[in-house]
């Protein structure tokens, strides 16, 4: 049970377990505010979006900064000058045993419902292993980023802090520090007379926020501030001031993140001046906590504690985990109304990562720190001296641990039955006799249960197929598979002389994309569906604009699904694709230029009897027969042509 304990140690401080706990809560609510199939219900206040505080994730990273940089620089300050190869191992054991366990399980793609797309893989999981991700993608997780901002600040600590001491003039360290902080912003600036044409959120993420160069100014105001606490007159200052402090850092943070949508559009103040300033309010905030301004009674709740003393560990797991929430929560309670889904996936979501945190706090994280306890003789937990003590703490993490436990349990039972029920309704639509025949005869070739899961079709989505035909071959299964707690829409490029079957479930759009077009309302779809169309917009030059209007259809995180005949990758794209085959490549390109995010595909439609290079194209085969009898035999043994299936979200 030794094993298991959080040990209290002396001079923990309460505040600052608060701070961390509220930091990490900020980043999980923004990104669980935005999961893709739990979007949460309106709520406005007047003018006010109710939601705004927990939007702020960058608000949270840069208080992890500051927070970093306090807790580092207080240590190396304290300490004096360690050995450095002690002070590097003894952060690489912090750092890097629960990192590198939650990059490898993601690289591999051993998290559940979560792709990872394969381009370039042993490229990035080599920059992602030396800390690159904050100057190169973070592209197996997002979150990544920051480590490669803080492991960067780790190695450059000794030397940016440790020279502070030697200064007994506070003019002159003080002078030093403000220099250094305000290098980023300068570092902006130049960036920004570099780049004048940055409007939009990517090129900004990628060069005035994910290098270090462009954050280490949060960073740096933590070194400030413990540097401040180091000197006795400075803390005496603050110590005297210790509520105005924190209160006046608080006031700063929250008008930060209120009084405007933080990069609704990104401006100068955005590329320049914003993330100093939240830095600085944070700073105010820290060194208030740090000299007993805050509100202990609230910020060191024993389970703000737990959640501070596990919040590296969420941080590393919480993204990877929304999709399986999402799933879990569709399994455990479909068909819920839009604010009762949103209010089960947070306690699913929340659930999910505070249980996954702790494992790997025991079986990765926790072996360790005892081995940094063994190479500086100390108490193996004593990198957070908020750590919690004692058999009361040992009973509340108990049963917080069980109950997570016991909610995940509850949600996989739960979704492997409902997920067992969709599937049985999926099987009894294929299944159907009220199919036509030749169509079910062609299932061999279709594979219409192996795609359709593989989209990730569900009964309650809004679907939208576009151009299904005369007669509607998917329809035939989309249509009573949805009727029930669905909607099915389809999109075709002429009104068609017979009554599609099923046509009374489900209105009809005309359109050929000549142009810009509206296939359904902005953003009110779930999943955009086309089989073997792709080829003809190619024909007729529309391709583009046929993709734009499925990304304007789609809500976000909704589902692009395509299926095409596929064409070699030795010869180049025909732009017109007069014999039917699309490069696979080439569809890949067309849809992110539309804004969409590859999400992986199938190999349930290849056919790889399929040459190709047949005398009248994809036509040649079945079930179209061009030449008709001509070494029809032949053509029939090779079947119906090879293709691919292509899944794609929208951001």
């Known amino acids: 049970m030794r094993y298991l304990a959080f040990p209290a140690q002396p001079g923990q401080q309460p505040a600052l377990d608060g701070l961390r706990a509220f930091t990490i809560l900020l980043v999980m609510a923004r990104h669980g505010l935005r999961a893709e199939g739990a979007p949460p219900p309106e709520v406005r206040i007047g003018g006010w979006d109710g939601w705004g505080p927990f939007l702020k994730d960058w608000a949270g990273v840069d208080l992890f900064f500051v927070l970093s940089g306090f807790l580092i620089a207080g240590s190396l300050l304290r300490g004096g000058r360690p050995g450095i190869a002690t002070y590097l191992a003894g952060r690489a054991l912090r750092i890097m045993p629960a990192y590198y366990a939650v990059l490898l399980i993601v690289a591999f793609g051993l998290v559940p419902f979560y792709p990872v797309p394969a381009e370039n893989w042993g490229f990035r999981l080599a920059y992602h292993l030396l800390f690159l991700q904050d100057y190169l993608p973070a592209d197996f997780n997002v979150v990544f980023w920051s480590l490669g901002v803080e492991e960067k600040f780790y190695l450059l600590a000794p030397f940016l802090v440790l020279p502070l001491l030697a200064y007994r003039r506070a003019g002159r360290a003080l002078l030093v520090l403000g220099g250094l902080i305000v290098m980023a912003p300068a570092l902006r600036a130049l960036t ?7 409007a939009d959120y990517p090129w900004f993420f990628i060069l005035f926020r994910s ?3 462009a954050s280490m100014d949060a960073l740096l105001v933590g070194v400030l501030a413990a540097w401040a606490l180091h000197r006795p007159d400075l803390a005496e200052v603050a110590r005297r001031h210790a509520r105005a402090l924190f209160w006046a850092g608080a006031a700063g943070f929250a008008a930060l993140i209120l009084a405007v ?3 609704a559009r990104i401006t100068l103040y955005d590329k320049l001046a914003q993330s100093s300033l939240i830095a600085l309010a944070c700073g105010a905030m820290v060194l208030g906590a740090a000299v007993g301004g805050a509100p202990v009674q609230f910020l060191g709740a024993a389970w703000l504690r737990v959640t501070a ?7 590393l797991v919480h993204l990877v985990l929304i999709p399986m929430a999402v799933h879990l929560l569709d399994g455990m309670l479909p068909g819920l109304a839009e604010g009762q889904r949103f209010a089960a996936f947070l306690l699913v979501y929340m659930a999910l990562s505070l249980m996954v945190a702790l494992v790997l706090h025991y079986l990765v994280e926790k072996p360790g720190l005892v081995l940094k306890a063994r190479l500086t003789r100390r108490s193996a937990v004593l990198e957070y001296p908020e750590q919690i003590s004692g058999g009361r703490s040992m009973r509340f993490l108990s049963r917080l641990l069980f109950g997570a436990f016991a ?15 969709e599937d049985a309704a999926l099987r009894a639509a294929i299944a159907s006799p009220e199919r036509t025949a030749s169509y079910a005869v062609r299932d061999q070739w279709r594979h219409p249960y192996e795609v359709l899961t593989f989209f990730g079709l569900r009964q309650d989505m809004t679907v939208v197929e576009i151009w299904p035909g005369r007669r509607g071959w998917w329809t035939e299964i989309l249509v009573p598979y949805l009727k029930d707690k669905g909607r099915y829409m389809a999109v075709q490029n002429r009104n068609p002389k017979k009554q599609m079957r099923g046509a009374q479930f489900f209105p009809m759009v005309v359109s050929d994309f000549s142009g810009d077009v509206d296939i359904a309302p902005a953003a009110s779809v779930d999943m955009v569906l086309t089989f073997r169309n792709l080829h003809n917009w190619m024909k007729r030059g529309t391709e583009e604009a046929a993709f734009r209007a499925f990304y304007k259809a789609l809500k976000p995180g909704g589902v692009l699904g395509i299926v095409d005949h596929r064409a070699a990758t030795t010869r180049p794209q025909d732009p017109k694709a007069k014999d039917g085959y699309v490069r696979e490549d080439y569809a890949i390109m067309l849809a992110e230029k539309a804004g969409f995010k590859f999400a992986g595909k199938s190999e349930a439609n290849a056919n790889p009897k399929d040459t190709r290079d047949h005398p009248e194209g994809v036509w040649t085969l079945p079930p179209s027969y061009r030449l008709e009898d001509k070494d029809r035999a032949k053509y029939e043994a090779i079947g119906e042509s090879d293709r691919f299936t292509l899944k794609f979200v929208k951001p």
């Open 192 to 198: 920004a007379l570099i780049f004048p044409w940055v």
């Open 407 to 421: 909610m995940v349990l509850f949600a996989a039972v739960g979704a492997g039955a409902a997920r067992s029920a």
């Open 261 to 263: 949508e933080l990069l």
């Open 211 to 213: 290098p270090f160069h």
């Open 309 to 315: 003393r596990l919040s590296y560990r969420l941080y």
